[in-house]
């Protein structure tokens, strides 16, 4: 039957049933970025008067780089970087900076499985690019050409990381 518009006076058809929702279906994965900082730095300049007549010799640059985790709350987490570089030629030490850059993160439905492999990998490659800056920044403002970094594969430094815990681990259970 139709009104006088033309519309079926029918009643609507109910919303079709959902349907059952899957046991093991979870919630998506929720995560932000709180806050992020430098809670280490250190810069040293010690041989400035040494290198007041220029540089001298191409420096040997070594670098060093660590990332870690903890948990600081519920569903927050710290995921940090910890940089380091030593520049050196004959003249002895040119500089010497530590930093440390870390990220507050709040992350939540994220299975238990998958949590390390996202703070160790994830959270260090959302906060490098703020690393690279002021690396850069830092080692401008001491006197010299700005240390610019090549991009860092963090999954690698992870796999990397799992390998050489796994070897220890069958070395010690060689041993007992």
Known sequence: MADSKGKSNKPAAAPAPKPAEDEATQPPVQAQVVGQYIKDL?????????LIDGPGEQP???????????????????????????ANNKIGTIYDMELVYAGLFRIKNLPEHALEPFLLINCPSIIFPFVRRLVA??????????????????????????????????EGQKKS
């Open 137 to 170: 920044d830092i080692t401008r403002e001491g006197g010299f050409p700005p240390l610019l970094l090549d991009p860092i594969d963090f999954a690698s430094l992870f796999v990397r990381r799992q390998q050489e815990m796994a070897q220890k681990q069958s």
């Open 42 to 50: 250190s810069f040293e300049n010690p041989n400035v008067d040494k």
């Open 60 to 86: 040997n640059l070594q670098l060093e780089v660590n990332v870690g985790a903890k948990r600081v709350g519920t569903d927050l987490y710290e995921s940090a970087i910890e940089f380091k570089a030593v």
